[in-house]
T-cell receptor, first 115, second 115 residues
Framework: AQKITQTQPGMFVQEKEAVTLDCTYD???????LFWYKQPSSGEMIFLIY??????QNATEGRYSLNFQKARKSANLVISASQLGDSAMYFC????????????FGAGTILRVKS | SAVISQKPSRDICQRGTSLTIQCQVD?????MFWYRQQPGQSLTLIAT?????????ESGFVIDKFPISRPNLTFSTLTVSNMSPEDSSIYLC????????????FGPGTRLTVT
């Protein structure tokens, strides 16, 4: 069974607007971590934000926030005030256990920011 | 955050040859991982590189094809053996600390083309 699902293959957003990238996950573990990475065309994986399963507050990092809805098993990434440099592939990933284990990735969403 | 470097950054290799990719972390880390990203696809874990013992391979990946070394807590190598065009991918090294820290960072990747 697929553990991480990203249902949006591609998204467009107007510069300066906010955009939400969807991610749902499947696990029977109580302890897990959720990650979002950005991959520009250069291929590097840039860590954006992390949410632990026991974290009560939604994670935020600058213009990035993670809308964590545990009961629905969703961990959507919200990017506020989009910039042209945000155009990239975005991957949601999960780690079962809070540290030390492998990541399982979703299929990714390609985001294009329009000027 | 850990800084991870990889060498080479890219290479073009002939079918039937082997390539060794190096991964260096600027601090001691418990866990190191090797991922493969085939063109247009998401990341798939090849193996977990264990210091002082054999690597742990994921289903579909075998040691004869992808031998891995982990001589210390800051360095690992992945060899892609007897290459075919299907091995053309980005290979990414990742490092995480299994001692409670959640971060998992990636190297810049090695873009391999097999002709």
């Amino acid at each position: 069974a697929q553990k991480i699902t990203q249902t949006q293959p591609g998204m467009f957003v107007q510069e300066k607007e906010a955009v939400t990238l969807d991610c749902t996950y499947d696990t029977s573990d109580q302890s897990y971590g959720l990650f979002w990475y950005k991959q520009p065309s250069s291929g590097e994986m840039i860590f954006l934000i992390y949410q632990g399963s026991y974290d009560e507050q939604n994670a935020t990092e600058g213009r990035y926030s993670l809308n964590f809805q545990k009961a629905r098993k969703s961990a959507n990434l919200v990017i506020s005030a989009s910039q042209l440099g945000d155009s990239a592939m975005y991957f949601c990933a999960m780690r079962e256990g809070l540290s030390g284990n492998k990541l399982v990735f979703g299929a990714g969403t390609i985001l294009r920011v329009k000027s | 955050s850990a800084v991870i470097s990889q060498k080479p950054s890219r290479d073009i290799c002939q079918r039937g040859t082997s390539l060794t990719i190096q991964c260096q972390v600027d601090s001691q880390v418990t866990m190191m991982f090797w991922y493969r990203q085939q063109p247009g696809q998401s990341l798939t874990l090849i193996a977990t590189a264990n210091q002082g013992s054999e690597a742990t391979y994921e289903s579909g990946f075998v040691i004869d094809k992808f031998p891995i070394s982990r001589p210390n807590l800051t360095f690992s190598t992945l060899t892609v053996s007897n290459m075919s065009p299907e091995d053309s991918s980005i290979y990414l090294c990742s490092a995480g600390d299994g001692q409670g820290a959640y971060e998992q960072y990636f190297g810049p990747g090695t873009r391999l083309t097999v002709t």
